[in-house]
C-alpha cells in the first residue's frame, strides 16, 4: 500500500448536485437505473416503490439495475392505486392514482432530497465504508446511516457527512438538501505521484550542490524541500507544482524555477534543469 506521510489512504473530495425523481406505474410493463450530469461525478435518481413495498425510513435505497435512465415500474391492474415513497424523515404518499390498461402512468415527486455517497479505491472499486449523516446543529443528531455505494430519500435539510475511510474520516460539513434535489458526494482514492528532479550544469549532474524546492504551481505556497545530497526525490499528491533550483556549486545560473509540473496519480516524473553550460533538453 502506498504511503503520503504517514496516511495509508489519500481520497480526493468532490460534491455535486442535480435535479431528482420520478416513478413510473404502468399498466402492463416493466423496466428499469444510472445517468450523468454536467460535472465529472456520476448522479442516481430513484424511483419511488409502490405503498405496499415499505421500508424502514433509515434504510438506504439501493441500486436497481443497470442502463443509461434509473427507472422503477410497477405493473397494476385498471383502476385507482395508492403511491407510497419513505424517506428519512417521513412518507410520501399520493391517492386515488388513475391506472389504464395498456398505459404507463409516472408520477414526480418533488418534496424530498436524495443523498448519494460514493467511493473508488484506486482498482476503481466501492470498498464500502460506513457513511454517517447528522444533523448540522450543536447536538448533530444522527440522521441516517448506510455504506458508500448508496442513496437515500431524506426530507428537505441541510445536514453534515462523515466517511470512515482511513486514516481518520473524512468530513462534508452543511451540505444542503433541497427539495428536488440530488446531492452527491464523491471520494477517490489518490496514489502518490514520484518526481525526481535532477539540476545539472554542462550536462552533468550537481545534486550535491544543489537545493530544491517544491511549491504548489502558480503560488509561493511551498511543499517540500530537499537539501543538497545524492537526489532530489519527491513523493507528493497528484496535482501540479513548480521546482525551485538553487544552485551551490559556484558555477551557472545561481537559480532557476521550472515551472507546471504535471502529476497524475502514481505517476513517475523525471525533470532535468538545467543551470547553465551545455543546453540540456528536459
Not at 36 to 46: A, F, H, M, S, V
Not at 198 to 221: E, L, N
Not at 253 to 276: A, F, M, W
Amino acid at each position: 500500500m502506498a504511503l503520503i506521510g504517514r496516511r495509508p489512504y489519500h481520497y480526493l473530495r468532490g460534491a455535486s448536485q442535480s435535479p431528482v425523481c420520478t416513478a413510473d406505474i404502468a399498466g402492463g410493463g416493466s423496466r428499469f437505473f444510472r445517468g450523468e450530469r454536467t460535472t465529472e461525478t456520476r448522479c442516481r435518481r430513484l424511483r419511488s416503490r409502490c405503498h405496499q413495498n415499505n421500508r424502514a425510513d433509515s434504510r438506504p435505497i439501493r441500486k436497481a439495475g443497470g442502463g443509461d435512465r434509473p427507472r422503477k415500474d410497477r405493473r397494476a391492474r385498471s383502476g385507482k392505486v395508492q403511491a407510497g415513497m419513505p424517506y428519512v424523515g417521513g412518507k410520501y404518499t399520493k391517492d386515488d392514482i388513475k391506472i389504464e390498461g395498456g398505459r404507463t402512468r409516472t408520477i414526480q415527486f418533488t418534496d424530498v432530497a436524495i443523498l448519494t455517497v460514493l467511493a473508488k479505491d484506486l482498482e476503481g472499486k466501492d470498498p464500502g465504508f460506513g457513511v454517517t449523516v447528522t444533523g448540522t446543529n450543536s447536538s448533530h443528531d444522527k440522521v441516517a446511516e448506510f455504506i458508500t455505494g448508496d442513496s437515500i430519500l431524506i426530507a428537505p435539510t441541510q445536514v453534515d457527512v462523515k466517511i470512515d475511510a482511513p486514516p481518520q474520516g473524512y468530513y462534508w460539513h452543511d451540505v444542503k438538501l433541497p427539495a428536488g434535489r440530488h446531492a452527491v458526494i464523491e471520494l477517490n482514492q489518490q496514489a502518490p505521484a514520484d518526481l525526481l528532479i535532477q539540476p545539472v550544469f554542462s550536462g552533468q549532474p550537481i545534486d550535491k550542490d544543489s537545493r530544491v524546492v517544491i511549491y504548489k504551481a502558480g503560488t509561493q505556497s511551498q511543499v517540500a524541500a530537499s537539501e543538497p545530497g545524492p537526489e532530489h526525490r519527491f513523493h507528493l499528491d497528484p496535482g501540479d507544482y513548480d521546482a525551485y533550483v538553487e544552485n551551490r556549486s559556484g558555477h551557472g545560473q545561481p537559480y532557476t524555477t521550472d515551472h507546471g509540473i504535471h502529476l497524475n496519480s502514481g505517476q513517475k516524473v523525471e525533470r532535468k534543469v538545467s543551470l547553465g553550460g551545455e543546453e540540456t533538453k528536459k
